[in-house]
C-alpha cells in the first residue's frame, strides 16, 4: 500500500515536471503523446515511437524528436545504436 502511494507520489512529480517545460504549451500532439508515454513507462525507445506514431515518420524523425527532449532535460539516452533506450530524467 504504501509502495503504491510512493509510485504515485513519483509519477505526479515526473508528469509536474514535464508541464513545466517551457516549451509544453506549444509542443505538437505527437510530443505530446511520446512525452507522456515516457513518463508513464520510464523508457521508450525508437522503435516503441514509431508504433505510437500514427503519422509515416521515419526513425531519423523520431530521433530528431528525441534530441529535442534531450535538449530541454527531460530525457536522455541510455546505450548504443539499435538497443538505445531513453528514459526520462527525473
Do not use: C
Not at 13 to 35: A, C, F, N, Q
Not at 38 to 53: D, M, R
Amino acid at each position: 500500500m504504501q509502495s503504491k502511494v510512493f509510485e504515485e507520489k513519483e509519477l505526479l512529480g515526473r508528469i509536474e515536471k514535464l508541464h513545466s517545460v517551457p516549451y509544453w504549451k506549444t509542443m505538437d500532439t505527437l510530443d505530446k503523446k511520446l512525452l507522456h508515454y515516457l513518463v508513464n513507462n520510464e523508457e521508450l525507445t525508437i522503435k516503441k515511437a514509431l508504433k505510437l506514431s500514427s503519422k509515416k515518420l521515419t526513425a531519423e524523425a523520431i530521433r530528431l524528436r528525441f534530441q529535442k527532449y534531450m535538449g530541454l532535460g527531460i530525457m536522455k539516452k541510455v546505450g548504443n545504436f539499435k538497443s538505445a533506450k531513453y528514459i526520462f530524467v527525473n
